[in-house]
């Protein structure tokens, strides 16, 4: 027998197919079998992380993002004046892109992260990492393709290598989309962004498919409520929308309101004194950088209450006392010393000021003493499934233990009832699996000494995004077909095929079909009986007998 | 739920578009490919972010899957190559954490120890195998791809794939031998 029939043989064999085997066939069986058997199966991936990934993937899709498909348009339509500069500028990029990628097989640096107050996100390669003020030294790094979210009482910078500057408001989320040291191209898919160009080449901030383009100025994004806002402090941008584009000058702001699934522009001039604190607060960093300031230059004193965030617990905010506190050489305000907390006492840190510095000098360092009282200030991430949840422990020298306090809806979480986790004081974060879509949960961080609670944080409540289910179908006479998916993280046990020919929203349990058992967040249903008219479908998620998310309606065949 | 052939075509020609499409062919794999980017890399985080680089991949690059090619076998290509990036980014192939990659079922507490041992002796057998041999035993034998999958996965006609599996197979059965290890009698079905 030849050895080619022989490997034929074997994978027939191995197969379980019948029939006699040669001896040398027979052997390598035995072989396989003791792989087989010696093999532990697959190991099930993280549910958490598998919704996850879908969920991205989903809201990644081309089909679902329009923005970044403009800002790759933008780049290949910069590529071909790059080649008509001449071949040795490409080798010199094709070069410098090899390096790069030698250096670091998950793409290059380009931009360092510095964090103004609370704990920021940053989602890199599909894994997301806290970063705080005193992590944002060794875990600050972003890349092309990371995002980077504030939460409500925070604000960051990004600081670019070739010295453009990006600010993130509280609540929001920034992804840098594409880089080279010429053309940086983000999209803000929530929440307010100030930009200070500082090299001349194309910078563009993309959101809800307006871009909005610089050279060289300084000028805000801010998205909100289906509107988009792009006031200009220093010199001129150009606004492009689907339907039309505009110049936007020095003082000015455009407007974006959608109407009637169209963009309507209004200009007006800025007014400063309705975000005083956030203008203030980029203002005061720009003159640090010795930027041309424009308009900002003639903004009023920086408010009272030192700039903070939106979302700074009250707490915070009244013991904050302005920007006459010194600042460290990264402008950060040195500790302001004892303080006398209740215990419902948050970071006593106030908010500005931070430089951003290549090389920065290490903080400085409380002295201990009789009157320190510790304290802990919270920030949680509210993108869904898992739930990441930062502390910032000050004056935690006496601290043992650091416990994460969790309840359901808005409600004060306290200990040990509500502990979910005790940890030791080193740790700064917790990634909550243990929460669905659509649920509201509160949190809080006790801190403890030999086992008792010496300070609990700030409360912050999140509201997790709520499932979406999916129905697609298609049908041909009395044959019908329908699919479904579900995006995020809900108990459920089986689906109802909810079916009406004059109801356009069949209802559960009135127009109940038929029952599909639950094997996956995804199933379909063939009718082969369907009504020769049209019929309505639509599909449930149910649990225990309860609906827990309805899909869209169909309309087959 | 397995998806019939025709209607994962139809998926595939959807992906291309439809998020939601390309949402319910990745339900279907994603767990196999976890569970093979896991057994090759041993690693839960690594896993993870292989299996995401899997799958961002295949979203950008579906529209560009040939038809009738077999997207299994095209999905496991990717990995295959996203595990190659993986070691080459870290210099070496590292320790295999088999003792954690044996004992994960949850039904092993009810084996002997010395099964246990056995077992973990035959998978390092195999980790020890050139990268060839070692990657088409696991596709075959453990991930149960089918000739024609395989060779999707490593570029080669079907033809071809008979003979490596066999070569792979004897490499195997040789190295068991020079072990001793001829059959797991208590436990070989």
């Given at each position: 027998m030849s050895r080619k029939s022989t490997a034929?043989?074997?994978v027939r064999a191995a197969a379980g197919g019948a029939g006699p085997v040669s001896p040398d066939v027979s052997a390598l069986l035995e072989a396989v079998a003791v792989l087989k058997a010696a093999d532990g199966g697959h190991v099930a991936p993280d549910p958490a992380f598998a919704a996850s990934l879908r969920q991205r993937l989903i809201e990644e899709h081309p089909s679902a993002v329009a923005a970044p498909v403009k800002a790759e348009e933008r780049s290949r339509r910069r590529i071909w004046p790059t080649v008509a500069v001449g071949a040795t500028a490409l080798a010199a990029i094709a070069l410098a892109a090899i390096l790069f990628f030698v250096v670091s097989p998950a793409g290059p640096t380009v931009a360092r992260l510095t964090v103004q107050n609370g704990a920021v996100q940053v989602t890199s390669q599909g894994r997301t990492r806290p970063v705080t003020a005193s992590t944002d030294k060794k875990n600050g790094d972003v890349k092309a393709g990371d995002t980077v979210a504030t939460f409500s009482g925070s604000r960051a910078t990004l600081s670019f290598l070739n010295k453009d500057v990006t600010r993130l408001e509280a609540a929001s989320t920034m992804k840098v989309d594409s880089y080279d040291s010429r053309d940086v191209g983000l999209v803000l898919k929530s929440g307010k962004a100030y930009c200070r160009v500082v090299r001349h080449g194309d910078f563009t901030v993309s959101c809800n498919g307006v871009e909005v383009t610089a050279t060289g100025t300084a000028f805000g994004v801010d998205s909100h409520?289906?509107?988009?806002?792009?006031?200009?402090?220093?010199?001129?941008?150009?606004?492009?929308?689907?339907?039309?584009?505009?110049?936007?000058?020095?003082?000015?702001?455009?407007t974006l309101t959608k109407k009637n699934g169209r963009y309507v522009p209004?200009?007006?001039?800025?007014?400063?004194?309705?975000?005083?604190?956030?203008?203030?607060?980029?203002?005061?960093?720009?003159?640090?950088?010795?930027?041309?300031?424009?308009?900002?230059?003639?903004?009023?004193?920086?408010?009272?209450?030192?700039?903070?965030?939106?979302?700074?617990?009250?707490?915070?905010?009244?013991?904050?006392?302005?920007?006459?506190?010194?600042?460290?050489?990264?402008?950060?305000?040195?500790?302001?010393?004892?303080?006398?907390?209740?215990?419902?006492?948050?970071?006593?840190?106030?908010?500005?000021?931070?430089?951003?510095?290549?090389?920065?000098?290490?903080?400085?360092?409380?002295?201990?003493?009789?009157?320190?009282?510790?304290?802990?200030?919270?920030?949680?991430?509210s993108a869904g499934p898992p739930v990441v949840v930062s502390w910032s422990v000050q004056n935690g020298e006496s601290v043992t233990g650091v416990a994460v306090l969790k309840g359901a809806g808005v409600m004060d979480p306290s200990y040990?009832?509500?502990?979910?986790?005790?940890?030791?004081?080193?740790?700064?974060?917790?990634?909550?699996?243990?929460?669905?879509?659509?649920?509201?949960?509160?949190?809080?961080?006790?801190?403890?000494?030999?086992?008792?609670?010496?300070?609990?944080?700030?409360?912050?409540?999140?509201?997790?995004?709520?499932?979406?289910?999916?129905?697609?179908?298609?049908?041909?006479?009395?044959?019908?077909?329908?699919?479904?998916?579900?995006?995020?993280?809900?108990?459920?046990?089986?689906?109802?095929?909810?079916?009406?020919?004059n109801n356009p929203s069949p209802s559960f349990p009135t127009d109940q079909y038929a029952t599909v058992g639950y094997s996956g967040p995804s199933g379909s249903f063939s009718d082969s009986n369907a009504s020769p008219n049209r019929d309505y479908y639509r599909v449930a998620g149910l649990y225990q007998g309860r609906v827990i998310v309805k899909s869209n309606t169909v309309l087959l065949p | 739920m397995v998806i019939e052939p025709v209607e994962e075509a139809r998926l595939i020609e959807e992906a291309k578009r439809n998020a939601v499409a390309f949402a319910r062919l990745y339900d279907e794999y994603m767990p196999a490919v976890y569970g093979y980017v896991y057994r090759r890399v041993s690693i839960r985080?690594?896993?993870?972010?292989?299996?995401?680089?899997?799958?961002?991949?295949?979203?950008?690059?579906?529209?560009?899957?040939?038809?009738?090619?077999?997207?299994?076998?095209?999905?496991?290509?990717?990995?295959?190559?996203?595990?190659?990036?993986?070691?080459?980014?870290?210099?070496?192939?590292?320790?295999?954490?088999l003792e954690e990659a044996v004992a994960a079922p949850d039904d092993d507490s009810a084996r002997p120890i010395d099964e246990l041992e056995t077992r973990m002796a035959v998978m390092k057998l195999l980790d020890e195998l050139p990268e060839n041999h070692r990657e088409i035993l696991t596709l075959h034998y453990l991930e149960g791809l089918s000739v024609e999958?395989?060779?999707?996965?490593?570029?080669?006609?079907?033809?071809?794939?008979?003979?490596?599996?066999?070569?792979?197979?004897?490499?195997?059965?040789?190295e068991l031998a020079k072990k001793g290890i001829t059959r797991l009698d208590d436990y070989v079905a």
């Open positions: 034929q043989e074997l409520d289906g509107v988009v806002d792009s006031p200009v402090f220093e010199g001129t941008v150009k606004v492009v929308w689907p339907t039309g584009s505009r110049s936007v000058s020095q003082g000015k702001q455009l209004t200009m007006k001039d800025i007014d400063p004194t309705a975000d005083l604190s956030w203008l203030a607060f980029n203002r005061d960093l720009d003159k640090r950088l010795k930027l041309p300031l424009g308009i900002l230059g003639a903004l009023g004193a920086t408010p009272p209450n030192g700039n903070l965030p939106p979302g700074t617990p009250p707490a915070q905010q009244s013991s904050s006392p302005g920007s006459s506190k010194p600042s460290d050489s990264r402008g950060r305000q040195s500790s302001p010393g004892p303080v006398a907390s209740s215990p419902t006492a948050t970071n006593p840190q106030p908010g500005p000021q931070p430089t951003p510095q290549p090389n920065p000098t290490p903080e400085p360092t409380p002295g201990p003493g009789p009157q320190v009282t510790p304290s802990v200030s919270l920030s949680v991430a040990p009832g509500n502990s979910v986790l005790t940890t030791s004081p080193a740790t700064s974060s917790y990634r909550d699996k243990d929460v669905e879509s659509g649920g509201t949960y509160s949190y809080r961080i006790a801190l403890l000494s030999d086992g008792s609670v010496v300070a609990y944080s700030n409360r912050q409540t999140v509201s997790t995004p709520p499932p979406q289910l999916s129905l697609d179908g298609k049908g041909q006479g009395t044959s019908v077909y329908i699919s479904w998916s579900l995006s995020g993280v809900v108990h459920i046990d089986s689906w109802a095929v909810l079916r009406s020919g | 985080d690594a896993a993870e972010d292989i299996t995401s680089s899997v799958f961002e991949k295949a979203m950008r690059g579906v529209g560009g899957l040939r038809e009738g090619a077999s997207f299994k076998g095209w999905l496991y290509r990717i990995a295959g190559n996203c595990i190659i990036d993986y070691y080459r980014a870290r210099g070496r192939h590292p320790e295999a954490e999958e395989i060779a999707e996965v490593i570029g080669t006609r079907p033809q071809a794939c008979y003979m490596r599996i066999y070569r792979a197979t004897r490499a195997f059965s040789e």
